[in-house]
């Protein structure tokens, strides 16, 4: 199977001492070694980046400076290959807003949906599967595995 890791994925990774992050790595490396094939994209960079940055007292935050933010984000690339926004990646995320009538943060969501069919993948995994389940995805979550 072929997966594509949500950014609340790759962001437990990153950040070892959160709930559930020593789970979701052994889950992953378990599917790995039965052969299934995990990636990343780069909405999730750019949203790991993000939230990674952001001060620890703003919402979410993890308050990496940028040099440690660069350091996780190489060690990730080093073990998830990084799938390239292909040239018809837009006019997929605009026929899902626009389908789906997606307003606001849940576009950002949309970007990752269009990812999975644009790079014709099996399924997504994501810790927040109600927000993906209107776009006819395979969401799993790390139970799942």
Request: charged share 20%; proline share 7%.
């Amino acid at each position: 199977m072929r997966i594509l890791l949500d950014t609340n994925i790759v962001l437990r990774m990153a950040n070892r001492g959160a709930a559930g992050s020593q789970n979701i790595t052994s889950a992953i490396r378990q599917r790995y070694a039965r052969g299934d094939e995990f990636f990343v994209v780069p909405q999730c960079i750019y949203e790991m980046w993000s939230v990674m940055t952001r001060p620890a007292e703003a919402s979410n935050g993890l308050d990496f400076s940028p040099e440690e933010a660069a350091l996780e984000v190489e060690r990730l690339l080093t073990l998830i290959p990084l799938l390239p926004d292909p040239p018809h990646l837009f006019s997929r995320w605009l026929n899902l807003v626009s389908t789906h009538a997606v307003s606001g943060r849940p576009s950002h969501d949309a970007r990752i949906a269009a990812a999975v069919q644009a790079h014709g993948l099996d399924a997504l995994l994501t810790l927040n599967a109600p927000h993906f389940q209107r776009f006819g995805l395979t969401v799993l979550t790390p139970t799942d595995l």
